[in-house]
């Protein structure tokens, strides 16, 4: 947050009326930031001493405290369980409604079909198909590169 405080050193050092107004300000976007994510009372707590699903929401606060535009997640669910997985899929949905465009690189199905609107196969870094989930879920060249040519199970269960 110190990126957005503008008094300058000697107004810090002398901790100034409008340094200490920024100082101020900082701190209730940065808790505005951790309740956005699920944090609101953790704020005292270290990081390292946070439950997994929390250390990743942190990492995600991290990143919005800067305003991207675009914000890239890196299998923001990887690791995580049944739970830690839904409220990360819910802070993920908050940031979208927020108006952050995002690109999510996730190998986690259920997560991506949940968040996703629209979809980008990759095969050996190759474009294999685009589309919507539905399409993804019924391509029969993402089905035989994925999971093999056998496969014949329902669509949708993917």
Same mark, same amino acid.
């Given at each position: 947050?110190?990126? /957005?405080?503008?008094? *300058?050193?000697? %107004? +810090? @050092?002398?901790?100034?009326? &409008?340094?200490?107004? $920024?100082? =101020?300000?900082?701190?209730?976007?940065?808790?505005?930031?951790?309740?956005?994510?699920?944090?609101?009372?953790?704020?005292?707590?270290?990081?390292? /001493?946070?439950?997994? *699903?929390?250390? %990743? +929401? @942190?990492?995600?606060?991290? &990143?919005?405290?800067? $305003?991207? =535009?675009?914000?890239?997640?890196?299998?923001?669910?990887?690791?995580?369980?049944?739970?830690?997985?839904?409220?990360?899929?819910?802070?993920?949905?908050?940031?979208?409604?927020?108006?952050?465009?995002? @690109?999510?690189?996730?190998?986690?199905?259920?997560?991506?079909?949940?968040?996703?609107?629209?979809?980008?196969?990759?095969?050996?870094?190759?474009?294999?198909?685009?589309?919507?989930?539905?399409?993804?879920?019924?391509?029969?060249?993402?089905?035989?590169?994925?999971?093999?040519?056998?496969?014949?199970?329902?669509?949708?269960?993917?």
């Amino acid at each position: 947050m110190e990126q /957005h405080i503008h008094a *300058g050193f000697s %107004r +810090a @050092l002398v901790q100034s009326r &409008a340094y200490r107004r $920024e100082e =101020r300000a900082a701190r209730e976007k940065g808790l505005g930031i951790l309740d956005f994510v699920g944090l609101a009372g953790w704020e005292d707590q270290q990081a390292k /001493h946070l439950p997994f *699903g929390l250390q %990743r +929401a @942190l990492g995600i606060a991290t &990143a919005l405290a800067a $305003e991207p =535009r675009l914000l890239l997640l890196d299998e923001p669910a990887s690791g995580m369980n049944t739970e830690e997985k839904r409220a990360i899929i819910e802070v993920i949905r908050r940031i979208y409604r927020s108006g952050t465009t995002l @690109l999510l690189v996730e190998h986690d199905m259920n997560v991506v079909m949940s968040l996703c609107g629209r979809i980008i196969v990759l095969d050996s870094g190759s474009v294999l198909m685009e589309g919507t989930p539905a399409d993804v879920q019924h391509d029969p060249r993402v089905i035989e590169v994925y999971l093999g040519k056998g496969y014949r199970r329902v669509a949708g269960t993917l």
